[in-house]
C-alpha cells in the first residue's frame, strides 16, 4: 500500500511539472526596448510574424517617456527608473515605427516583422 500511495505521488508530481513545461513552452517571447537619453534602444527590433510576443520597456532617461506606435495601436507612459511589459498579438510582415513622445525628434524607432 505504501509503494502504491508514492507512485501515486511521483505521478502527480511529474504530471504537474509537465503542465508547468507546457505553460512555459507557450510563453511568448520576449524583447527588450530602453528609453535612454532621449533614444530607443535598440532603434530597430525584428520580431516574428504571426506570433504573438512581449515588449518589454525600462525607462533610463532622468525624465518620463511614452511608448507610442500609431500602427500596432499601443501607447505606455513609463517613468524614470520604471520597466513595463506590453503584449502584442500576431502582426502580419511588414514595418510599424513608434517614437518617444516626451522625445519626438530623436526617440524614434521600428519594429519590423519578417
Keep these: 500500500m505504501h509503494t502504491f500511495r508514492l507512485l501515486a505521488s ?41 506570433t504573438r510576443f512581449r515588449l518589454e520597456i525600462t525607462n533610463q532617461n532622468a525624465g518620463p517617456e511614452e511608448f507610442e506606435s500609431k500602427e500596432s495601436h499601443k501607447e505606455l507612459v513609463l517613468a524614470p527608473g520604471v520597466s ?6 500576431p502582426m502580419k510582415p511588414g514595418t510599424y515605427p513608434f517614437f518617444g513622445e516626451f522625445h519626438p525628434q530623436t526617440a524614434r524607432g521600428r519594429i519590423v516583422v519578417k
Design 10 to 50: 511521483c505521478s502527480l508530481i511529474c504530471l504537474s511539472l509537465l503542465s508547468i513545461d507546457a505553460v512555459q513552452a507557450q510563453e511568448p517571447p520576449t524583447f527588450k526596448l530602453v528609453a535612454r537619453d532621449g533614444k530607443w534602444l535598440p532603434e530597430v527590433l525584428e520580431v516574428p510574424a504571426n
Design 84 to 89: 513595463r511589459v506590453l503584449v502584442f498579438a
